[in-house]
């Protein structure tokens, strides 16, 4: 057997031994961490077996044993899926040397500190991958000498050698060379950088992606148009089919946009902002006690047991609600761009069946039509073997006037220890507009998207008396199941006064 493959075997059988008679189970916290390091050793020398291996391969190799190329022989050597074996395809290709026709003799490497980096077990595939990409997305604008500069800089940050005045230096004296105030070597660039360099810790592939990033902004300065244009060509949103009742969105989103996104999402999840007191519904027994009761504190953080993934999913339902109802948005054959949810009447009315959204049909509990004619308005269509005999409209959409009024006394969503603004949420009807139930100041509170569209199952319960509104938890918020007066802990603005001065 070749030295080469029985080297490999014998590390297999070491690691099985390894592996066997729970050994790992009985490390210490000290040993253990120790192992996690020596197994992150391993795993990065057995990448760099495969990666040269890869490299040294001619464009045929994988032809000779019945694969398309590569990436399958890879898939099925190692028995990895497509995107490993990708990635292992394009860090072997960084680290390739060609040979020369002439001589037979293998060329260096395009990064070759980086190679020997990867040899050594200093640096892995993802680390090799990140170093590399910012340089590589501007290879056309980087010469040969400042990418082999970088080369020794990232060589050097994986290896935990970090010079950070060395290295500053340099960046700025290619950065002078670049506006033609100097004009320095890059090999003496490469050498300050080299030099004086204290070993430390070794550096995370995220590590290596920033410094990357930042050498290739002082290369390549101009850098951010092409990176813009092609984000400009690169965006785009896709919504996905209908799978086990939900749609995927899938997609690239410009730099802006996303912060953007990122504000509603900070806006409506954590709204404590600007220093002022945090907001919050408190309970009291009478109106006129201050004292904050124990249902304000939930300990077991069970009120909102939402994920941050559908915090933000929420949080996107809401603006979209917000932005369809905004006077500034394009009408949508004559009207507002209107969420139109399909019900039968007798369904609707007896609480069983589905309902229906245009566009791809899909069945939704009632629910969803329940939440929906809350907020709008219902339009009754009356057919006759297929023939519209009839239609009808009821107006029952909270107008502006008592929005502000709502607003104005609620401030924000009316269930405890959730604290987006009254002005965010939706107005919920408390006795249903199909029940008698009047579009009043007196019949509205507002709901959060998420409150109001699981306000039928989530067991808490809203009522008014005599216009002001009352809560009851579910029994394990609340064993006594008292109806409340919610509080608000934001004081309200203070009504101004005149003083008359003489």
Known sequence: MNSTVSALARVATDLRAVLSDDALAGLSDAERAEALRGAGEVSRLVDAVVVEAVATADVEFGHRFGCRGMNELLQRALLTDAPSASKLTRAAGLVARDVNLVSGERLPARWPALRDALLDGAVGIPGLLAATAPIEYARARIGTDERLWVDEVLAGHARGLRDTEATDGAAQELEEDAAGDTDP????????????????????????????????????????????????????????????????????????????????????????????????????????????????????????????????????????????????????????????????????????????????????????????????????????????????????????????AIVARDRECLIPGCHVPASWCEIHHVTEHARGGPTHTDNGVPLCWWHHRSLDHSGWEIRMNDGIPQIRGPAWWDPAQRWRTPRHSTPAKPARRTVLRT
């Open 185 to 404: 070597s890059v090999e003496a660039d490469a050498d300050t950088a080299a030099g004086g360099k204290q070993p430390g810790p070794p550096a995370t592939a995220d590590d290596l992606r920033h410094l990357a990033s930042t050498l290739a902004m002082i290369l390549d300065p101009d850098g951010a148009e092409p990176t813009d244009r092609d984000a400009q060509q690169g965006r785009f949103l896709n919504l996905g089919r209908l799978q086990k009742g939900a749609h995927r969105l899938v997609g690239n989103i410009t730099p802006e946009v996303a912060a953007q996104l990122q504000q509603i999402f900070d806006a409506f999840n954590n709204p404590k902002v600007g220093g002022a007191p945090a907001p919050g519904v408190a309970f009291t027994e009478t109106a006129g006690d201050d004292e904050v009761d124990e249902f304000n504190v939930d300990p077991r953080n069970v009120i909102d047991p939402r994920t941050p993934g559908q915090k933000r999913h929420d949080a996107l339902a809401a603006a979209l609600g917000i932005a369809a109802r905004h006077e500034e948005m394009p009408s949508l054959g004559g009207a507002a761009p209107t969420l139109v949810v399909h019900v039968d009447a007798k369904d609707l009315a007896a609480g069983t069946g589905w309902a229906t959204l245009p566009g791809n049909g899909a069945p939704v509990p009632l629910s969803v039509a329940a939440h929906t004619a809350c907020t709008g308005a219902v339009q009754r269509v009356l057919f006759d073997e297929g023939r519209i005999v009839g239609i009808t409209t009821t107006d029952r959409i909270f107008n502006a006037h008592q929005r502000r």
